[in-house]
């Protein structure tokens, strides 16, 4: 398949660049490095951008769409935590306050979940949320319950 053909068309080129760059961090702090480094990753800083209501949908659906279609090509593991912290990172560096969800799903042994949400709209894995209950949320709004909101034992999808 040619290149044009994997990520759509040349001028997104830098976009899935960009989300590939995102995807290994994130790859690397939650699966290779030691510690709590992904506590970090999940509460960017938001850039103080002033951008119109029609450029914020378009950048919301260009890095849904970068994250998305680079991560099924990636030759490492990518789940949910993974593209909810590369999405997250890259709408708050282009001044888009995004909403990084963590839930749980009981019924299935404890099974976890990421999300991310902006402006109100889906970006990564909120097909996948439904019959998860939300337990988190980052940037904390006063709403965590504690600093041990991840669970270790939870498995993501």
């Not at 068309?9 to 989300?19: G, H, K, Q, S, V």
């Not at 970068?66 to 099924?72: E, L, P």
């Not at 990636?74 to 888009?96: D, E, Y």
């Not at 991840?150 to 993501?156: P, T």
Request: net charge positive.
């Amino acid at each position: 398949m040619s290149l044009s053909g994997k990520f759509g068309l040349w001028r997104e080129l830098p976009i899935a660049a960009e989300a590939t760059a995102w995807l290994f961090l994130s790859w690397l702090v939650l699966d290779v490095l030691p510690g709590k480094l992904y506590r970090h990753c999940m509460q960017p800083r938001l850039r103080a951008r002033e951008l119109a209501e029609e450029q914020r949908l378009r950048q919301i659906k260009r890095v849904s769409w970068a994250v998305q279609r680079t991560s099924i090509r990636l030759p490492w593991r990518s789940v949910c935590f993974h593209r909810g912290i590369a999405a997250h990172q890259m709408l708050r560096r282009r001044g888009i306050a995004s909403i990084l969800h963590y839930g749980v799903n009981p019924k299935e042994n404890l099974a976890a979940h990421v999300w991310v949400t902006a402006s109100g709209r889906p970006v990564v894995g909120v097909r996948e949320a439904v019959g998860y209950t939300q337990i988190a949320v980052f940037p904390d709004a006063g709403k965590n319950t504690g600093a041990s909101v991840l669970n270790a034992h939870a498995s993501f999808r």
